[in-house]
C-alpha cells in the first residue's frame, strides 16, 4: 500500500509541475486562509512480535481547524494546517460481540504540510499529498462492565490480547503521510473544497523494541474534510 502511495505521489508530481512551467508566466500567486471541519475514521494497526493482531472496526469520531494555501503557480500550490483531531480505535469482538466493548480515544494537534495539484478553474479536480506531524493531547478509554468482569477472571485463552487494556499511550508524537483527493468550488464569498483523505501513520502509540509487547500500533485514518477559503491577496 505505500509503494502505490508513494508512486501516485510521483505521477502527480510530474503532470502538475509540467503543466505549471509551461503557464507560470501568465500566472498571478494567490495566498488564500481557510478554516475547515469533518468527521473521520479510524484505527491502529495494534500487532505484536507474534505476529497477533487486535481486530477494531472504524471508530467514527471529527476533525478541524485552520489553513493557509498559497498557489505559487497555475495548477500548483502549497497548504499548512493547523488542527485537532480525534482518532483512536473502537476493537472488534468477534466472541460475545453485543456484551464486549472496548473504544480507546486518542485527541490530537497536527499540523500537516500538503503539497496541492489542481485541474480546472472555476469547478477544479484537486489531489493533496505530504507528511504530517501531531502531538498527543490527551486520551480516554472506555469499555463495558462486562469485559472487565472477563479481564479480572483470569479465564482469557491465550491466545487474547489484553495488552492495550488500562494502558495510555507512550508516544506523544506521531508522524505519517497523507493523500486527499476531491473538488473545488470557486465562488464570488470564496472557495468551498471538499476531500477526502488517507492517512498512513509511520509512528507508533506504544514503544516497539523487541523487549516490549507491541512490535507496531500506527493510527490510520480515514477522513472527509470540507474547507472554506477566502482570497487574501
Known amino acids: ?3 502505490r502511495f508513494i508512486a501516485i505521489i510521483c505521477i502527480c508530481v510530474c503532470i502538475g509541475s509540467s503543466d505549471a512551467y509551461g503557464q507560470k508566466n501568465k500566472f498571478k500567486p494567490e495566498w488564500n486562509v481557510g478554516v475547515g471541519f469533518g468527521p473521520t475514521l479510524s484505527s491502529v ?3 505484536n512480535f507474534r505476529g497477533a493482531t487486535v481486530r477494531s472496526n472504524s471508530y467514527m469520531q471529527y476533525h478541524g481547524g485552520f489553513a493557509i494555501r498559497y498557489i505559487t503557480e497555475k495548477n500548483l500550490g502549497v497548504i499548512a494546517e493547523l488542527n485537532y483531531v ?5 476493537q472488534e469482538f468477534k466472541e460475545n460481540p453485543n ?11 497536527e499540523v500537516p504540510f500538503l503539497a496541492h495539484i489542481y485541474w480546472g478553474n ?6 493533496n499529498f505530504g507528511p504530517k506531524i501531531s502531538y498527543l493531547l ?7 462492565d462486562t469485559l472487565k468482569d472477563y479481564l479480572s477472571s483470569g ?10 487494556y488500562f494502558r495510555d499511550a507512550e508516544k506523544k508524537f506521531d508522524y505519517g503521510l497523507i493523500f486527499g483527493t476531491g473538488v473545488e468550488f470557486r465562488s464570488g464569498i470564496g472557495n468551498f ?3 477526502g483523505r488517507y492517512y498512513y501513520g509511520l509512528g507508533d502509540i506504544y514503544k516497539n523494541k523487541k523487549t516490549d509487547y507491541f512490535q507496531r500500533s500506527s493510527n490510520n485514518i480515514i477522513s472527509v474534510k470540507l474547507t472554506y477559503y477566502i482570497e487574501m491577496f
Open 99 to 109: 456484551n464486549f466493548a472496548h473504544h480507546h480515544k486518542l485527541n490530537y494537534l
Open 86 to 90: 480525534q482518532n483512536g480505535w473502537d
Open 155 to 164: 479465564e482469557m485463552p491465550e491466545s487474547f490480547i489484553t495488552h492495550q
Open 138 to 144: 490527551s486520551e480516554s478509554e472506555k469499555m463495558s
Open 193 to 195: 473544497m471538499l476531500e
Open 45 to 47: 494497526d495494534l500487532r
Open 122 to 127: 472555476k469547478f477544479r479536480y484537486v489531489v
Open 1 to 3: 500500500m505505500l509503494n
